[in-house]
Nanobody, 115 residues
Framework: QVQLAESGGGLVQPGGSLRLSCAAS????????IGWHREAPGKERESVAL???????NYADSVKGRFTISRENTKNTVYLQMDSLKPEDTAVYFC?????????WGQGTQVTVSS
């Protein structure tokens, strides 16, 4: 079993920055890929950024050049640095991990981009 706890969401003005954190616990050594999804009101949940154990990274086209995902294995934490935020980035952001026993979701953290 893997447990995921997100933090770092909040309200920010357009053009601003936020950093999300996802702390993993439990069977963390079985995690291969970990990353972030988001769900905006009235829209389907979508992948934002993923990073594999080997360091391979994938970004959604909508966030390329603005968001950066990183993984700190010593702290069992993955980060999402979000810069140049836009109102359309407003969503609940979820951490997700793929492990030997299945895939796991965090509870989510709200990000609101508004003036």
């Amino acid at each position: 079993q893997v447990q995921l706890a997100e933090s770092g969401g909040g309200l920010v003005q357009p053009g601003g920055s936020l950093r999300l954190s996802c702390a993993a616990s439990g069977s963390i050594f079985t995690i291969d890929t970990i990353g972030w999804h988001r769900e905006a009101p009235g829209k389907e949940r979508e992948s934002v950024a993923l990073i594999s154990r080997g360091g391979k990274i994938n970004y959604a086209d909508s966030v390329k050049g603005r968001f950066t995902i990183s993984r700190e294995n010593t702290k069992n934490t993955v980060y999402l640095q979000m810069d140049s935020l836009k109102p359309e980035d407003t969503a609940v952001y979820f951490c997700r991990a793929w492990a030997d026993s299945g895939n796991y979701w965090g509870q989510g953290t709200q990000v609101t981009v508004s003036s």
